[in-house]
């Protein structure tokens, strides 16, 4: 499985990065929502994308938005992961398309519930431990 983070912030795409890939998912990563569907049209195998609102060049809401305009993306799952936590900014980023929504600051625990409630489980290693 392959995931996308979106964020301007390297140290959330870092924070990110770290959960998904004790979860055993590869993540690539962008800086803004134009950088982010041009790594999606690169990368046609992205199961996953945790993209942050607030950010320069194209926000996420308008990522999800053109994401959700493209049936090839249909099968993704989008989390809005954000700041952004009035319920009308939630109803906005849900209608517009995001699958689930995470409100920063956020815990591990938190974002493995809501990977989870789309579906989204760690990959069980094969490996011996020892």
């Known amino acids: 499985m392959r995931a996308l983070v979106i ?3 390297r140290v959330a795409r870092t924070v990110i990065r770290g959960v998904l890939r004790e979860m055993g998912i590869e993540a690539v990563e962008a800086g803004d ?3 982010g569907l041009d790594a999606l049209l690169a990368t ?3 199961d996953l994308v945790l993209v942050d609102w607030n950010m320069p060049v194209m926000d996420g809401l308008e990522f999800i938005k053109a994401v959700r305009g493209r049936s090839e993306f249909d099968a993704v799952k989008l989390v809005m992961v954000t700041t952004e936590t009035e319920s009308e900014q939630v109803a906005r980023a849900m209608n517009a398309g995001a ?3 995470v409100m920063k600051p956020f815990t591990k625990e938190i974002l493995l519930e809501k990977l989870e409630m789309v579906g989204i489980r760690p990959v069980k290693s ?3 431990p020892y």
Do not use: Q
């Open 7 to 9: 964020d301007d912030s």
């Open 33 to 35: 929502g134009r950088a």
């Open 44 to 46: 046609p195998d992205v």
């Open 99 to 101: 699958n689930e929504y």
């Open 126 to 128: 094969t490996a011996c």
